[in-house]
């Protein structure tokens, strides 16, 4: 692609959180130019009448239509409605669609079908980078994953690859307040959130599903169970997971295994270091410490939600479908403290 | 007061933040019973299953009907509906009312009328008891005072009764999210308001109205601008209030007339040390830090806003009607932390 | 103990966060009397210097010395300097001791002898109330269970004294940070801890020990592994613990195990509702959520590691010793918010 | 200046805080090339094993020398340290200093003497753009303003500029805990600062100097008070100031004067709506909010303490200097929650 390529994205669902996140990144990004960004709420009103810290940055405005001149359409809309969208309004084949709601991350529903039409179904794929990278560069439709589903696989996938995902697996992790979204809820009230911890869908969180397929993908007949105990955290970015199982593999053998799976992918990142949650709030990164406890393989995994588990995801998928540097747009200043 | 009185109590309103305060000095207060707790909206429902931290220390329920066998009423409802509650529930003269709204603490609508009962008249008297103790001790009808305007009145009290409030006054003061109450609103988001802070109500707030009326009653003509800038904090629980004027006292004198005019009262303590906020936090007490910097007397008020500046104080003024120790069910452990 | 007896109580290491919450009990304990507060570093200032709270309540002073004219003896000092303590003031058998570290927490070190005298040695009896109640009525000196020991021992006891805890354990708690003392160090900088988390002691936590130490004493030959991932929380107070094992109970045979387990224990609640950190905080109070999910048995534990986990759990020690009410001085506020 | 201009940066402090900042940006600066950066505490070390969030984006180490093969020098070493270090290391006239601390920002000492040298003395400008712009554009040495000092004159420059600075200016301003720098002490202790607010320095802090000596620059003959009450806040970056004076001009006037004043000035933004400390978190801008509130006029000023109040401006001065886009490096995304 040359450097004077640039790519058209019209944006769905603006006013939300991951469009937010969405808009901050594609705003500074050299290769991106944005064409609308729908909102039925916000039609009419300045993006950053909502997304209040882009004033001075932008004056762009939502808008109640949209078109399909554009090289890709980002859906940040909820679970449920991405599907309804598409149904409702087929776009040209010749756009490509990231869709960050789950409707079409599980492979029996991944497809969308428009019989009589030239465009006469949209398959799509998985896009998790570090399990589909090149399948990704020839798709045509993306299902970004959830975030915990992201951080999650990214301390698993090196193990499954190599078919030794051979015991049960326990994973304890816990999210920021951003991970449910903007909408008011009394779990969502500062009043009982600050300097709070709960647990919440204990053992039946709904990206154990796409999590599980992933490993399956990699490892053939994977049957083990995933325990998987989600928190709610007190701030507001960031994932932290910490998962052990069984495993025969010394930690400086663990260590060769993720390192090299990992290597040539720009954002994921393998330690022997102990991390903590803010190093990589506010940037596309994920990191991985590995350790080995008595006959325990321990992995703790950190990322952004909104980012490497959302909006961050979304953009590094569109660079790889329109061959632009992986990282574009994405090397993004930590806010560490 | 023999010490085998024990006062019944009832509360209108149970279910929200001041209704949950009372409710935790109240179960261990050592001379009240508390006859019933209403709430519409949880009518039926145990006490712990809306304050669920009183899980384990009490069977209590709501209930959706009360009566006049009770020696005090609390209306822990909403500005306006205490008036309207009263307007429509009379009860007999034998019952004092304590009400933690707003609707009589303004002199001019300190009253409500029942035109053709024996009750004809229901007069209510300012509930600060650092300004009014000996009268309280006598009154049918409390009036509990604003949170912010007892922080700020506690910090300003001591000059008015010498009559020496002579120059503008300023004063920012930073309250917790409780002072907002549990409803959901987009400021009281946890995601907005972790690590945030914002002014709200500048030079407007409506508690200005009953200090300046306390000020006046003190010092006959005060007729000083009052400058008032609220921030809305990123904790739960507490406000900070800083205030300066000019001054002629030296720091010496300003702290011996603040420590001579707060002897006696048990909750209000006056220090040259620095004070912070959460040295206050979970208890009835308020610190007042005195101090002279350059022709500016400065004052650093703190105090809990559910406590000191709600519920705590209106059992304060429970006692004192009551012929109580003051004290009786607040000497509370600070969360200290 | 008719009503009259009055417990004398000292204190060494005063000036710490454990016993700032012993002081903060115990000045408002209706049967104790304070005799002492030694503190080597704080001798000769005001209690209010260190514990700043506590301004207007007490004139206690920290002092240099101490004396043998009391009942018990409260050890708030760092692990090894209890047992150093003791080793050079061997005080009189009258005195009960009551040590918050960890240095007579195991069996095989409960023990310190003082050949040629009276009072030639001190066994220590592990003050876990819900673990040793009648044992702790009778004994002369308490090891105060650790604060992840205590909430962690709270949801599995049950299981133990059944002699069902039969498969291996996981576990993961986050702390507040005052577990770590009051000590300065890059973990508890601000900057650093606020909004992040990080796990640490991964399956090497030193409460591992007295944990197993305890269901070893109900469930003889237990030697199932415990997998415990401590976090370090971005909050001050309480831990809150996830816990699963594979169970053959069914969720009502497991409630109702629990419930009777801790009938009669006043500080120890079971409930099937979703629990959440902040119900305890300020609080002595463990509460214990069940549940099944599959063929897993899935607890939650919560408590206040400075009260329930130490200060608290001394009282409610000191209490049964003397033949008190075992909440007396323990009916505390909770922060709720 | 041709796009294939790369300037050479030599990091003197590079383990601190404004160090790290200034690392987070300049890594991704499209025209600047890290010659060295400086730590005598971590020469040897990879800049990612203090900056850990940096791991993954590069390899750099810190090193314990330095040369003269540079064209900018930031120094980002304590206050008194710099002019140390200058006096000791007489840098060639042909490397331009800028200086983070507050060594060379009033004019008395604004100088550094070399005599008998080629570069006989260094004149340091006071590196404000929204007030020196065309002088900074020319300098040889920066001294890059403080952070309040940045954030309360950004706030005040506009009136000063009119002359119209005619009353006494009052203002409160809370910062994150980054203001502090990394070091421990009690204030920085998360157990103590988490939720807390404290008042310091009230009247006295030392940046008062350099806010007057700008408005002087601007308003020759300035001589009103400035009252600063600066708080301690429980967050980590950002500062939000609130200040006001009384004023003739209307809201219209205002906002109108302080638009065109900062017309041109890409990262300072005038605004009517309610503006909160978030919105510019962990980016390089200043949000101004213009009321008048009856004869008041009352500003809000909101940065963050470690970009527009440190390492931002530092580059965007250096932008200015080496005639770059003065944004250039500086487009960072907002954290925004």
Same mark, same amino acid.
């Given at each position: 692609m040359s450097k004077q390529k640039i790519v058209k994205a019209g944006i769905i669902g603006g006013a939300g959180y991951t469009g937010g996140e969405l808009l901050r990144i594609l705003i500074n990004h050299p290769s991106v130019e944005?064409?609308?960004?729908?909102?039925?709420?916000?039609?009419?009103?300045?993006?950053?009448?909502?997304?209040?810290?882009?004033f001075g940055e932008t004056e762009l405005k939502f808008t109640g239509?949209?078109?399909?001149?554009?090289?890709?359409?980002?859906?940040?809309? @909820?679970?449920?409605? +991405?599907?309804?969208? %598409?149904?409702?309004?087929?776009?040209?084949a010749s756009v490509k669609i990231i869709d960050l709601s789950q409707d079409f991350r599980h492979t029996e529903k991944s497809t969308i079908d428009y019989p009589g039409t030239d465009n006469s179904a949209r398959q799509f794929v998985y896009g998790l980078p570090e399990l589909n990278r090149e399948t990704i560069k020839t798709a045509a439709n993306i299902a970004n994953p959830g975030c915990f589903a992201t951080c999650l696989q990214l301390g698993l996938l090196p193990l499954a690859a190599k078919g030794i995902l051979k015991s049960e697996v326990?994973?304890?992790?816990?999210? @920021?307040?951003?991970? +449910?979204?903007?909408? %008011?809820?009394?779990?969502?009230?500062?009043t009982w959130r600050n300097d709070n911890l709960s647990v919440y869908k204990a053992f039946d969180h709904q990206h154990l599903k796409e999590i599980k397929q992933s490993l399956t993908q990699l490892q053939s007949g994977f049957d083990q169970e995933v325990n998987f105990i989600?928190?709610?955290?007190?701030?507001?970015?960031g994932i932290i997971a910490s998962m052990y199982l069984n495993s025969d593999l010394t930690e400086e053998e663990a260590v060769k295994l993720y390192t090299e799976y990992y290597a040539g992918h720009p954002f994921t990142h393998v330690t022997t270091r102990n991390i903590d949650l803010k190093q990589i709030v506010n940037t596309n990164k994920c990191f991985i410490q590995v350790q080995k406890k008595g006959n325990k393989l321990f992995i703790i995994s950190i990322m952004d939600n909104l980012l490497?588990?959302?909006?961050?995801?979304?953009?590094?998928?569109?660079?790889?479908?329109?061959?632009?540097?992986?990282?574009?747009?994405?090397?993004?200043k930590a806010v560490a403290f």
């Open positions: 944005i064409a609308f960004i729908h909102s039925n709420s916000n039609a009419g009103n300045y993006i950053h009448e909502v997304h209040t810290d882009l239509e949209y078109n399909y001149n554009i090289d890709v359409l980002f859906l940040c809309v @909820g679970h449920g409605d +991405a599907r309804k969208f %598409l149904d409702a309004n087929p776009f040209p326990h994973i304890t992790a816990t999210t @920021g307040s951003t991970g +449910a979204g903007q909408s %008011l809820a009394p779990t969502s009230h500062f989600p928190y709610r955290g007190d701030f507001t970015r490497k588990g959302a909006s961050g995801q979304a953009v590094q998928n569109m660079n790889l479908i329109f061959g632009l540097d992986e990282t574009a747009g994405l090397r993004l």
